[in-house]
Nanobody, 123 residues
Framework: VQLQASGGGVVQPGGSLTLSCAVSGDTADKYALGWFRQPPGKERRIVGTISRSGKGTYYAETVKGRFTISRDNVNNTASLHMVALTPEDTAIYYC?????????????????WGRGTLVTVSS
C-alpha cells in the first residue's frame, strides 16, 4: 500500500484547509489511517486517527474541536479538515496506515507512511 498526502499550502491565522490522503496498492478499508505532523525543529506527533470503517476517531487535545478526520473507503481516500488554524499548526503533515483486524482508531503502530505536505499558517 502507498499513501500520498496533498492539499498543503499557506493559510492565514483563523483560516481553514483540507488535506487529502490517497491510498493506492490495496483496499483502504483494511487499514486504520492516521494523520501526524512535524513542526519545524520538533518531533513528529499524532494529530488524529480514524478506524477502518470510519466510525471511530481520535484527536490530539491540541486539535480537538478544530480538526475533523474522515474517510471514503469507496474512493480509497481520507481527509483532514482543519479550521481556526494558528501559527502553531504550521508543520509537515503526514498520513499513515496500519493494517488492523479491529475497527478502532488506533494511535500507535503505524507502519506505512506517505510523503508529507507542508501547511504554513502565517499572515
Amino acid at each position: 500500500v502507498q499513501l500520498q498526502a496533498s492539499g498543503g499550502g499557506v493559510v492565514q491565522p483563523g483560516g481553514s484547509l483540507t488535506l487529502s490522503c490517497a491510498v493506492s496498492g490495496d483496499t483502504a478499508d483494511k487499514y486504520a489511517l492516521g494523520w501526524f505532523r512535524q513542526p519545524p525543529g520538533k518531533e513528529r506527533r499524532i494529530v488524529g486517527t480514524i478506524s477502518r470503517s470510519g466510525k471511530g476517531t481520535y484527536y490530539a487535545e491540541t486539535v480537538k474541536g478544530r480538526f475533523t478526520i474522515s474517510r471514503d473507503n469507496v474512493n480509497n481516500t481520507a481527509s483532514l479538515h482543519m479550521v481556526a488554524l494558528t501559527p502553531e499548526d504550521t508543520a509537515i503533515y503526514y498520513c499513515a496506515a496500519r493494517e488492523l483486524q479491529l475497527d478502532v482508531p488506533i494511535t500507535s503502530g503505524y507502519h506505512v507512511w506517505g510523503r508529507g505536505t507542508l501547511v504554513t499558517v502565517s499572515s
